[in-house]
């Protein structure tokens, strides 16, 4: 996948979302590949009150990823996005959610917008065609 495809997946996305929560100020941003340590290190969501220091501007959600993410099968991708922006989701809309800033509670926003499975594919990273459902505890939930 080019970055360029990648950028009009992440806008797809975002434009459904918003059907489903209205406007989010969500950015994507390829970022240090230092940040990314370990084998499922593809990706993270920054809360509104950090997107300025993660390359986007300050309210708004920084959804950074690793630069391998351009050479991951595109259910990876998908899987990888749709969980990061719910948990954009989450800290712009459902804060006060009982559930609010959980790696579980990301997937069920983006289930619900989706209709599809957040899966935990053989490398623990998230999916949309295969793995475990739901998020492994060891994963931290």
């Not at 970055?3 to 918003?18: G, H």
């Not at 240090?32 to 920054?46: E, I």
Request: include cysteine; aromatic fraction near 8%; charge should be neutral.
């Amino acid at each position: 996948m080019t970055r360029d495809q990648l950028v009009r997946v992440f806008e797809r996305l975002v434009r459904e979302a918003e059907v489903a929560y209205g406007p989010l100020s969500v950015a994507l941003v390829l970022w240090d590949p230092a940040a990314f340590p370990k084998n499922r290190n593809y990706a993270f969501c920054s809360s509104p009150e950090h997107g300025g220091s993660f390359g986007a501007w300050p309210g708004c959600c920084s959804i950074c990823v690793a630069p391998k993410i351009l050479q991951a099968e595109t259910t990876r991708v998908l899987g990888l996005l749709m969980h990061e922006l719910g948990h954009a989701i989450d800290f712009q809309k459902t804060p006060n959610h009982p559930l609010h800033g959980t790696e579980r509670r990301a997937d069920q926003l983006a289930e619900g917008i989706w209709n599809v499975r957040i899966r935990y594919d053989g490398d623990m990273v998230q999916s949309t065609c295969c793995g475990v459902y739901p998020r492994p505890p060891e994963l931290g939930l």
